[in-house]
């Protein structure tokens, strides 16, 4: 270990550091393990292949899949305008990318359901052209979840694409190369990576997700009721076995997740060369 | 050639101008469009909506939907959850900090990445392990009943939930700010003879005080925005376990438009500052 001996504080800091990481986060997110360690296996399955917890999770899944995959369609535009080309009030427009990081999830859900329920400022435009009602049914979680997913997006893309050299697509032009050429062979392979991690980032929060959710939802049971829902139902029925098993398989997913992006990257950065 | 933009220096214009790195003005039109109608879409207007919805019927119901005892017992309670949990994990985060990037120890990259770890859970489960730990049927539940302390539905839950899910954010942005800076400047301090907290408060702090403060800001807004876990833990009692977010949600359920978006306003106001100030350092740091 090479450290500078002369910097003091290590022992009250790192010990500080591991007690208040133990106490605040480490113990309760145990309880959740032993809990679930705790539970019969059968009472697990039983409790899991109810028809309607495996409809919550299929629901929570596909809006989660659609939203992040519209989000990332829609960041990669966003991040692309907003780091090659000037224009005017860029700057008011890339600040507010962050807004719903920001934004209280509750808040954002209030007023989702507001503009898109079928009295509402784009609800009533889609249903009068469209026939289209997104409030109250899956479409409206989907709605949520971009709104949700679109920062992780942008600000997974935006750092790569800046760092981006842009002499390999001069090069490429140069060799004869279309725009389009330049973009499906240069740039779209280069930013994959980077889109790919906005995206899962934003599916993996879309599962969780529940503040702006529920209103827009209407959490009709076997339609649009996400799973974090389903659990707090069963605690407020003081079903502890039920919410627990829920809550367990649906870190394990998260947990799935994470793992298969990281050797994802890997594999993809082994391939490009950059190891 | 197209001539240079009058805001040249600019990078963005730069590449702009570059023939080989041109698009088409048609393809730039429907990108900027779209990316524009986008953001104005799903950004600009449920912000301007929150703002017209709370003053749709004035200034003086809006005001009166925020001196009502329900709001103001909400307002305080966030206030309350907010004053305890940004101190705590503030220190926590500047001690972390310190730890990690001043030193070298085994298991520091773990370290690191247990202090992300309640970014990655769910906030209904957030507030789930907390009822598991200290619900009636919980580890601690007989024993915390048997000594008549509450603090399930209560006060304490609250706090507890917020703490953890607002753990990370100062720790966040003081870790990368501090590994880059190094420690040259502290050491110099420190060989001339200047104390530990002295060396702290001289150098260090003044070096990190932005980073900091977006850090503390970002916690803040979190603390006070957090709905999902505290509405597992609160119970929902109006005008005691209610904080603002859970009041929005009561009110909105009651059909209760203007004191729900009044309430909202509030955290909208919130969530407003904590982008402008987030833009204010980047632009101070550029």
């Known amino acids: ?275 | 050639m197209q001539a240079p933009s009058s805001t040249a220096g600019n990078a963005i214009v730069r590449i702009g101008n570059r023939q080989a790195l041109r698009d088409p003005l048609w393809l730039r039109c429907a990108l900027i469009g779209v990316a524009v109608g986008f953001i104005v879409l799903f950004l600009c207007l449920p912000l301007g909506l929150v703002l017209y919805q709370a003053f749709a019927k004035g200034w003086q119901a809006y005001f009166q939907a925020l001196s009502e005892p329900d709001t103001v017992a909400a307002l305080r309670l966030t206030l309350i959850v907010a004053l305890a949990t940004v101190p705590l994990n503030t220190i926590f985060g500047i001690a972390a900090a310190w730890a990690i990037t001043r030193f070298e120890f085994p298991g520091k990259s773990l370290l690191t990445t247990l202090i992300d770890l309640p970014f990655s859970v769910s906030p209904v489960i957030s507030g789930l392990i907390f009822v598991l730990l200290f619900g009636s049927q919980g580890w601690f539940g007989p024993w915390l009943s048997a000594h008549q302390i509450k603090i399930m539905f209560a006060t304490p839950g609250i706090i507890l939930v917020t703490v953890f899910v607002t753990f990370p954010f100062v720790a966040r942005e003081l870790i990368p700010l501090m590994q880059e800076m190094g420690n040259e400047e502290e050491e110099a301090a420190l060989s001339l003879g200047a104390g530990g907290w002295k060396t702290f408060f001289l150098i260090t702090l003044p070096n990190i005080k932005w980073a900091l403060l977006y850090g503390v800001l970002l916690c803040n807004a979190r603390a006070m925005g957090e709905f999902g876990a505290v509405s597992v833990v609160s119970g929902h009692i109006r005008g005691l376990t209610d904080t603002l977010p859970l009041h929005v949600e009561v009110s909105y359920n009651d059909y209760d438009a203007v004191g729900a978006f009044a309430s909202a306003s509030i955290l909208a106001g919130l969530a407003v500052v904590t982008l402008v100030l987030k833009s204010f350092l980047e632009w101070k740091a550029r």
């Open chain 1, 1 to 275: 270990m090479t450290q500078s001996s002369i910097m003091p504080g290590f022992r009250p800091a790192l010990a500080f550091t591991l007690g208040y990481l133990t106490l605040i986060v480490l113990i309760p997110l145990s309880s959740l393990l032993f809990t679930s360690l705790q539970l019969d296996w059968n009472e697990y399955l039983d409790i899991m292949i109810d028809r309607r917890v495996l409809a919550a999770f299929r629901i929570s899944f596909l809006t989660s899949l659609a939203a992040s995959v519209i989000a990332g369609l829609f960041g990669f535009v966003i991040a692309w305008v907003m780091v090659r080309y000037p224009f005017a009030g860029k700057r008011v427009l890339d600040a507010l990318i962050d807004l719903p990081f920001a934004l209280p999830t509750a808040v954002a859900g209030v007023v989702l359901a507001t503009i898109y329920q079928p009295g509402g400022i784009v609800g009533k435009w889609l249903i009068d052209n469209f026939g289209l009602q997104v409030a109250y049914t899956p479409l409206g979680i989907v709605v949520a979840l971009i709104f949700i997913g679109i920062p992780f997006v942008v600000r997974t893309i935006e750092p790569v694409l800046q760092e981006f050299d842009t002499t390999m697509e001069e090069a490429a032009a140069c060799l004869g190369a279309s725009r389009l050429q330049v973009f499906a062979k240069i740039i779209l392979p280069n930013l994959f990576p980077a889109v790919l991690t906005g995206v899962s980032l934003a599916f993996a929060r879309g599962i969780g997700e529940y503040g702006s959710v529920i209103f827009i939802a209407g959490n009709l049971p076997y339609v649009s009721e996400i799973a974090p829902l389903l659990i707090v139902i069963k605690l407020e029925q003081y079903q502890y076995a039920g919410a627990t098993s829920i809550a367990f398989s649906m870190l394990i997913v998260s947990f799935l997740l994470l793992l298969g992006l990281n050797l994802l990257q890997r594999r993809l950065r082994k391939r490009s060369g950059q190891i």
